[in-house]
Nanobody, 114 residues
Framework: QVQLVESGGGLVQPGGSLSLSCTTS????????MGWFRQAPGRQRELVAT???????RYGDSVKGRFTISRDNAKNTMTLQMNSLKSEDTAVYYC????????WGQGIQVTVSS
């Protein structure tokens, strides 16, 4: 069974940085697409960033210029580098990787607060 394990979340002050990782049990280089999504309390899940097998990236408007998605095929890991964090970035972050179908991580909390 495919597993996605997220790590790196936590509490950070506004303006700070965090790096989220998503490690997969399947070969990530064979993924069709992958990405990060987030859901804040009372809000719908929204796209944060996606990365296709061809290297094309897409970012949500609210994170453009601050977040960067990348992957390390040798480690079967996808990373979301988050800089200049704001309180509105507070949410549960989910990683998603698509092979024949989509698989989702369990979610990890990111809290931006002073």
């Amino acid at each position: 069974q495919v597993q996605l394990v997220e790590s790196g979340g936590g509490l950070v002050q506004p303006g700070g940085s965090l790096s989220l990782s998503c490690t997969t049990s399947e070969t990530i280089s064979r993924a069709i697409a992958m990405g990060w999504f987030r859901q804040a309390p009372g809000r719908q899940r929204e796209l944060v960033a996606t990365l296709t097998s061809h290297g094309t990236t897409r970012y949500g408007d609210s994170v453009k210029g601050r977040f960067t998605i990348s992957r390390d095929n040798a480690k079967n890991t996808m990373t979301l580098q988050m800089n200049s964090l704001k309180s509105e970035d507070t949410a549960v972050y989910y990683c998603m990787v698509s092979w024949r179908r989509e698989y989702w991580g369990q979610g990890i909390q990111v809290t931006v607060s002073s």
